[in-house]
């Protein structure tokens, strides 16, 4: 486990960019790879902890199938940063 | 599976996965009512959580998981000690946290099997799997513009934008993903009604309600040398073969006539020597065909990750309490040997779960038989002739028992009760015994009509003497008498038989 984590490439950056919809431009993409690698560098301390098994504290949490009083469609829009007719106004997509 | 195709040329290989709303009172992860009407105001059923607003928790519905356990028992599937959810990850409008709450390696059920007759044989397709998922929200394509939003909501290649409704977003939905069982789309069509029976016998699905039902299809073509008479292929002929994935199906016959389109289209290519392309296609319901949609993120793309936020579930401790009830199968082959019916009146009685209740009261107080056919017969071809569900009358189950008991104690004629009365019921919904007085349609009781006969005979002697010369008309006249004097609720051929053994005795 310490050696160091597989090389995030531009390709990588740049797939997951256009799968998350984020517009980069070429010396973005290019200066990403080198900040993950820091990054991931970083964390790659937590492999030298040993690992412990843990029990989940809580299972099989769940509430009763009965309505609570949700937002008003003024407050549900009020954050958008545009709406139209009672919708939230979204991108087009493809 | 028996296969009547002929064994040269392609056929179609196809799998689906069907996504069903559970019938709940509130969404999946939050106390939101799911109880929604075609025109409701869009963004009125929301809250933090199915807004996905930073820092809102889920917390799981214990009612969703109870029918999720519901249809696994149904299906036979197993389902494990443990199971878990997990965030599939993509970004698209109807998805307001940028990921869909699902399972992932841990689905509640695995490995069911749904039996379903098609073309009057039995059929059966594995279920590989069933998870619990939420539902996205709906998304609406529009043109800009000033004409009025309908005027300018248009098709997904042809918008300017889109308007986002999340009223729908996180109703509990369960994905059932069936193994490439299937070899014609019209099999489909029965596998897909033979479920929603069941679900709705469940009593965990509304299938009136809109977008209930959905379904994706996988389809590929094999050639026929390589399908055996059972139906299996080898693993290394489906691996091989490019499929399409068909998007967008709502409604059965909408399934059937997709992948009808779907396997000549994927034909033509093969047989004019073109690949057929591995992609993702839309049903367009209007013209009945598919078209490509953009390249699809690929399953590594979706990042799945355990979700944090809601803890593992046991469900071993409690599935064992949750009771599912006789299902159209077993409740078909009882009402055969409980009732004696035969094979085409109990799975016409027994395909929907509230036609079979109303016809089990009727059969406790009357013949069964009778009861079969007024029910069977009777009943669902008025209502269906008029496009009325059985829920229409089965409020009325006391006026409908009084109908059959008015056949039954031959107070009514069969004729007079199936073209006047029941008509008269349903379309007016008033009760039979208002419709055979207003309509005089009362058999006269038999002592009045015995007694009209012997009046009929004693006041009209030159008709009876006309009657012994042989002279045709007489009987006739004889028989007028006696309706008149009855009113005309006596049945005709009744009075015929009873003057005749007067005048012959």
Redesign the interface.
């Known amino acids: 486990m310490s050696e160091s984590p597989e090389r995030v490439t531009t390709e990588d950056v740049e797939h997951v960019a256009s799968l998350a919809r984020v517009d980069l431009d070429e010396s973005e993409a290019e200066a990403f790879p080198d900040q993950f690698a820091d990054i991931l560098d970083y964390f790659a301390a937590l492999d030298e902890v040993p690992e412990t098994e843990s029990e989940p504290e809580l299972v099989n949490v769940m509430r009763a199938d009965e309505t609570r009083e949700g937002l008003t469609q003024e407050a549900a829009l009020s954050n958008a940063p545009e709406s139209e007719a009672g919708y939230f106004v979204g991108p087009r997509v493809s | 599976m028996a296969r009547a195709a002929e064994r040269t040329g392609l056929e179609p290989v196809i799998g689906l996965e069907v996504h069903v709303q559970l019938d709940?009172?509130?969404k999946v992860f939050?106390?939101?009512?799911t109880d929604g009407d075609a025109d409701e105001?869009?963004?009125?059923?929301?809250?933090?959580v199915c807004?996905g607003?930073p820092g809102a928790l889920p917390?799981?519905?214990?009612?969703?998981?109870a029918a999720a356990v519901k249809v696994g028992k149904a299906l036979n599937a197993e389902i494990p000690a443990e199971t878990q959810f997990h965030r599939k990850?993509?970004?698209?409008?109807d998805l307001p946290k940028?990921f869909q709450i699902t399972q992932y390696d841990a689905p509640l059920c695995s490995d069911g099997v749904l039996e379903f007759s098609h073309e009057g044989d039995r059929r059966s397709v594995r279920i590989r799997r069933a998870h619990l998922e939420e539902d996205p929200g709906s998304?609406?394509?529009v043109r800009d513009g000033p004409a009025d939003?309908e005027a300018r909501t248009t098709s997904?290649?042809r918008?300017?934008?889109?308007?986002?409704?999340?009223n729908r977003a996180g109703t509990p939905l369960m994905e059932i993903v069936t193994e490439p069982d299937f070899r014609e789309p019209a099999a489909v069509r029965g596998f897909l009604e033979k479920l929603e029976e069941v679900l709705a016998y469940l009593g965990v699905f509304d299938a009136g309600s809109d977008g209930s039902l959905r379904v994706d299809a996988n389809l590929s073509m094999v050639e026929s040398e390589h399908v055996a008479d059972d139906g299996t292929i080898p693993e290394e002929v489906l691996a091989d073969a490019n499929r399409t994935e068909v998007k967008n199906i709502s409604s059965h016959r909408g399934a059937e006539t997709a992948l009808s389109y779907e396997a000549s289209r994927q034909r033509d290519q093969i047989e004019a020597g073109r690949e057929v392309e591995q992609e993702t296609r839309h049903y367009n319901e209007t013209h009945g065909n598919t078209v490509s949609m953009?390249a699809k993120?690929e399953e590594k793309?979706y990042r799945y990750f355990p979700e944090a936020d809601?803890?593992?579930?046991?469900v071993a401790?409690w599935k064992e309490k949750i009771d599912i009830p006789e299902l159209p199968d077993a409740r078909r082959e009882r009402f055969r040997t409980e009732y004696g019916l035969g094979a085409e009146a109990a799975s016409k009685l027994t395909s929907r779960k509230a036609v079979a209740d109303f016809y089990e009261q009727v059969a406790a107080e009357f013949d069964p038989d009778l009861a079969a056919t007024w029910v069977a017969d009777n009943l669902l071809g008025e209502l269906n002739y008029r496009d009325r569900e059985i829920e229409s009358v089965t409020d009325r189950l006391d006026e409908f028992a009084r109908l059959i008991e008015l056949v039954a104690t031959d107070e009514v004629t069969t004729k007079n009760a199936e073209e006047t009365v029941l008509r008269t019921m349903l379309d007016e919904g008033v009760d039979p015994d208002t419709v055979v007085e207003r309509e005089g349609l009362g058999k006269a009781a038999g002592e009045e009509v015995a007694t009209a006969v012997t009046d009929a005979v004693e006041n009209n002697p030159d008709a009876v003497a006309d009657y012994h010369d042989g002279e045709d008309g007489a009987l006739n006249f004889l028989v007028g008498q006696v309706m008149q004097a009855t009113g005309g609720s006596a049945d005709p051929g009744t009075v015929n038989e009873l003057l005749r053994a007067e005048l012959d005795s």
């Open positions: 709940t009172e509130t939050c106390g939101c009512s105001e869009p963004n009125t059923r929301t809250c933090p807004l607003l917390v799981l519905n214990e009612a969703a998981v990850n993509y970004y698209y409008p940028n998304i609406q394509h939003l997904v290649d918008a300017d934008y889109t308007l986002v409704d999340y953009r993120e793309d809601l803890p593992p579930l046991r401790d």
